[in-house]
């Protein structure tokens, strides 16, 4: 079954540690979003891409970074430079840009910072 | 002030009760999204909307684009319909999404 899939479910940073969230999509879909979610507020964007081997910032992309270098794949890094990451993380996709269709999430990562 | 807001935050109901979510946006749109989110976080795509009605079995989500106006209803509530329920639009073109904060519905047996 194609779809979305995202690991870590759980994940347990300290201070000042970098930690890679992974997603990976067997849609053969062009885009692909991050999302954080904080209790009581909307999705925000963290980062998307619409192309292997280019991204652009969402509204929040301070403390992150991603790559894609293949279409299937694009991980999070939620880096030291992050000043409150603990969060819900969702990674999302569609076949191109967010008006052509479908949009499928993964499960999503909770970051807790110790 | 979020451009796209939806009303109202939370909602419980009687199983069986009509349910009515509304979602308004103050700038143009391509699209519009209704999602749903369950407990455990997953978000799953229940419509993509441009113009007038969509159904599948007992949701049904419709769009006023001249009013900026959407709704998602749900016929003949169930106790499994309780989740977050959050619609994102397409402000234009391939700009990414904007969300709502969500409607959090509780459907009581």
């Known amino acids: 079954d194609g779809g979305i899939t995202q690991s870590p479910k759980y994940l347990f940073r300290k201070e000042g540690q970098n930690v890679t969230l992974s997603c990976e999509q067997n849609l053969n879909h062009d885009a692909m979003y991050w999302y954080r979610q904080d209790p009581g507020q909307g999705l925000r964007l963290i980062y998307y891409s619409q192309i292997v081997n280019d991204f652009q910032k969402g509204d929040i992309a301070e403390g992150y970074s991603v790559s894609r270098e293949k279409k299937e794949s694009f991980p999070l890094t939620v880096t030291s430079a992050q000043k409150n990451p603990t969060a819900f993380y969702l990674c999302?996709?569609?076949?191109?840009?967010?008006?052509?269709?479908?949009?499928?999430f993964g499960e999503g990562s909770r970051l807790t910072v110790l | 002030k979020n451009e796209v807001e939806q009303s109202p935050q939370n909602l419980t109901a009687q199983e069986g009760e009509f349910i009515t979510i509304n979602c308004s946006y103050s700038?143009?749109?391509?699209?519009l999204h209704w999602l749903q989110q369950h407990p455990g976080g997953g978000i799953v795509s229940l419509f993509m909307?441009?113009?007038g009605k969509k159904k599948h079995g007992r949701l049904i989500a419709t769009i006023n684009i001249q009013e900026k106006h959407s709704s998602l209803h749900i016929t003949a509530s169930h106790p499994r319909d309780s989740a977050v329920y959050i619609c994102a639009a397409v402000l234009s073109g391939n700009t990414p999404l904007v969300f709502g904060k969500g409607t959090r519905l509780s459907v009581i047996a």
């Open positions: 999302a996709s569609s076949l191109e840009g967010p008006d052509t269709g479908e949009l499928f």
């Open positions: 909307l441009s113009s």
């Open positions: 700038v143009g749109i391509s699209a």
